[in-house]
Each structure stands twice: as structure tokens, then as C-alpha cells.
């Protein structure tokens, strides 16, 4: 089966604590992104990557930071820079980055910092 | 700043109706509008993609419909069914080169009562 996977799906840690979030995708697909959802709100860009060894900031990229050493493979580090890590991630990838082609979402992980 | 507002935030009706969720962006220089669903606690499903050049999309018992100068989007739902119930999220692609990812709206939660 062919799709987006996201580990784990629920995740826990002590605030000053940074964590990892993965995501793989077997479609190869060249674009891949990392969105943020709280409560009641639509998705954040958080980073893309538009080609491996390639990535850009989003709209709130501070306290995060990403890395793209393979086509399939875009971790996100939520380090203790982020003041409200607390959110539901979601990480996407689409075929590439031409302007025509739909968006792939995985299933989320919901962090919790306490 | 590309803005995407939806309403209403909030949509309850009996098995049966027939309904229509809006969307609406700030900027029409769009490449694409895609709708999404999300069922309570997963990632996006993508329903349908409208290309600017395109005025409606159909699939099934929904049908998008886009006015790119005005700046709206409509997704119609057809003879709505319990299983129809999750969050509805619009989101626009830009036209500028310099980045390949979404601008969402905040979503409608519907609610079909069986």
C-alpha cells in the first residue's frame, strides 16, 4: 500500500525536552511539508521541502527545525524553543512541486508537553 | 497575506438534506482550491481539486464549485448521510513560484443526525 505514515501517533514529553516526529512516504513523491492544527483552527506551515537536501521555513517555523537527507523520509524536531508545542501534526507530500498536483496527507501525531 | 474564512464554523442537519459549505479567500490570484475532510482525531482526506481555469468539480454526491474573481468557493453535499459527518477544509494554492504549499480556512464541523 502506497501512502504517507506518521510515528507515533500519540506522543508525550516533559517541557525543555525536544522530540522527533517522523514521517515517511512510499509514493515518490519529490515535495513533502509539515503542517501544525490546534483546536477550532485550519493548518500552519510549519517547513517544506521542495527536493531532498532542500527545505524552507513556513509561517511558524521558529522553535522547529526539519531535515531531508532522503526522498522519503521528512523528520520534524520540535525543540524547546517552541513555546506551544502542544498541537496535532500532520505532514503531507505531493508528486512535485508543479503548482497542478494534489496534496497527501498522513494520519497525525498528537504532542502533548507538559 | 492570502486569508481563506469558512462558514459557517458549525453546521447540524437531519439525514437526507441537501447542503452547502462556503469558503472564501482574500487573494484571487490562486492556482488551485482543493477540499479536504477530517474525521475527529486523523489526518485530511483530499475530496476534490478545482483548478483555476475550472468553475466545478463533481465526485460522487459532491460538487465544488469555484468564482475565482469573487473570491468563493461552494462545496455542495448531496443527500447528506451520518457517515457524511467530519470537519470540511477548504485551502488555496498561490500563484507566486516561491512556495508550493496550502493556505486553509479553519474548517466546518457537520454534524448529519441520523
Known amino acids: 500500500d502506497g501512502g504517507i505514515t506518521q510515528s507515533p501517533k500519540y506522543l508525550f514529553r516533559k517541557e525543555g525536552q525536544n522530540v522527533t516526529l517522523s514521517c515517511e512516504q512510499n509514493?515518490?513523491?519529490?515535495?513533502m511539508y509539515w503542517y501544525r492544527q490546534d483546536p477550532g483552527q485550519g493548518l500552519r506551515l510549519i517547513y517544506y521541502?521542495?527536493?531532498?537536501?532542500?527545505?524552507q521555513k513556513g509561517d511558524i517555523a521558529e522553535g522547529y527545525s526539519v531535515s531531508r537527507e532522503k526522498k522519503e523520509s521528512f523528520p520534524l524536531t520540535v525543540t524547546s524553543a517552541q513555546k506551544n508545542p502542544t498541537a496535532f501534526y500532520l505532514c503531507?507530500?505531493?508528486?512535485?512541486?508543479?503548482?497542478?498536483?494534489?496534496?497527501?496527507f498522513g494520519p497525525g501525531t498528537r504532542l502533548t508537553v507538559t | 497575506k492570502q486569508e481563506v474564512t469558512q462558514i459557517p464554523a458549525a453546521l447540524s442537519v437531519p439525514e437526507g438534506e441537501n447542503l452547502v459549505l462556503n469558503c472564501s479567500f482574500t487573494?484571487?490570484?490562486?492556482?488551485?482550491l482543493q477540499w479536504f475532510r477530517q474525521d475527529p482525531g486523523k489526518g485530511l482526506t483530499s475530496l476534490l481539486l478545482i483548478q483555476s481555469s475550472q468553475r466545478e468539480q463533481t465526485s460522487g454526491r459532491l460538487n465544488a464549485s469555484l468564482d475565482k474573481s469573487s473570491g468563493r468557493s461552494t462545496l455542495y453535499i448531496a443527500a447528506s448521510q451520518p457517515g457524511d459527518s467530519a470537519t470540511y477544509l477548504c485551502?488555496?494554492?498561490?500563484?507566486?513560484?516561491?512556495?508550493?504549499?496550502?493556505?486553509f480556512g479553519s474548517g466546518t464541523r457537520l454534524q448529519v443526525q441520523p
Open positions: 509514493l515518490n513523491h519529490d515535495a
Open positions: 485551502a488555496v494554492r498561490r500563484e507566486d513560484t516561491g512556495r508550493r504549499a496550502l493556505t
Open positions: 487573494d484571487s490570484a490562486i492556482y488551485n
Open positions: 521541502s521542495q527536493i531532498v537536501n532542500d527545505f
Open positions: 503531507a507530500s505531493r508528486i512535485s512541486a508543479g503548482l497542478n498536483y494534489e496534496q497527501y
